[in-house]
């Protein structure tokens, strides 16, 4: 009886080693795969790509591969990784990150440093096109490598000519945006409007009996003439300037990540 129960507990314990360590995640200094979805020799060859990156480039290059992001957003968790794990080349830490984010299935870019300035809003949505046509079929690795080419290519290109950088958590319309999506907007407004209607409604001592016929004597407005007349034409051009070559230049949106750093970035759905 005894031997019957040892053999069932441990097959049980067996069972549940392998539930919980069947998966081999292989993970790098700058490669972070919970998942298991890299093999080991996938992960170092990624590692040596992004080696090479840095000691070119001067840019630090991380992927994060995770389905636990601590309940922050992906923006968040992507800055916050990159800031407290050491990242990130010389005095502004420059460098980028790629988390892709399996709980929400999205891919998030975050930029720091020089690279905020090399990766505009329009490269960071290129890069993302080619991550997540993979990300989508499954093929992780493909996305990483990618992700890496991409990495490379743009960090070769340097800062576009045009380039230049707006702070989102400073721009007017964007607060708008934010005010608009909030609901208590609606409520003090809605408060304001009845009070106003009140006080007009409570206010009014009678009835408004001027019109245009009171400061004016029946019939002393005549039209005697009418006519058209020409007098010139005036024609206003403006010139369109074209964006500038190189996979796309423009603006950089930053924000501010929990330490004070100013990143940028954009994410996508895949």
């Known amino acids: 009886m005894y031997k019957r129960i040892s053999i069932v507990l441990l097959a049980f314990i067996f ?31 990624l590692q040596g790509s992004i080696e090479r990156i840095k000691d ?31 990242y990130g080349v010389g005095s502004d830490y420059s460098g980028l990150l ?3 984010n399996m709980d929400k299935r999205e891919a998030y870019i975050s930029t720091n440093g020089k690279a905020i300035d090399i990766f505009t809003d329009k490269r960071i949505d290129n890069i993302l096109d080619d991550v997540a046509q993979h990300l989508s079929k499954r093929d992780y690795y493909q996305a ?4 890496i080419n991409n990495v490379k290519s743009y960090a070769n290109s340097g800062v576009p000519s045009n380039q230049y950088r707006v702070d989102t958590e400073r721009n007017y319309f964007h607060r708008v945006l ?4 909030s609901f208590p907007v609606y409520i003090v407004a809605l408060v304001i409007s009845v009070i106003a209607t009140l006080v007009v409604t409570f206010s009014s001592k009678g009835k408004i009996t001027i019109n245009y016929q009171t400061y004016e004597e029946n019939g002393s407005f005549a039209l005697t003439e009418n006519r058209d007349s020409y007098i010139r034409e005036s024609t206003v051009r403006t010139k369109i300037e074209s964006s500038s070559s190189g996979g796309g230049g423009g603006r950089s949106s930053t924000h501010r ?8 970035g954009g994410g996508r759905k895949f």
């Open 144 to 147: 990483c490598c990618e992700f």
């Open 15 to 45: 069972v549940f080693l392998v539930a919980q360590f069947g998966v081999c995640a292989y993970s790098s200094d700058n490669v972070i795969d919970n998942l298991g979805y890299l093999t080991e020799s996938e992960v170092l060859y």
């Open 178 to 181: 934010t005010m608009i999506k």
């Open 56 to 86: 070119n480039y001067r840019l630090d290059t991380v992927i994060v591969i995770t389905d636990d992001t601590q309940g922050k957003s992906s923006r968040d968790y992507a800055d916050d990784y990159f800031d407290y794990n050491g």
């Open 257 to 264: 990540s929990s330490s004070g750093r100013t990143h940028g």
């Open 98 to 100: 790629l988390l892709i």
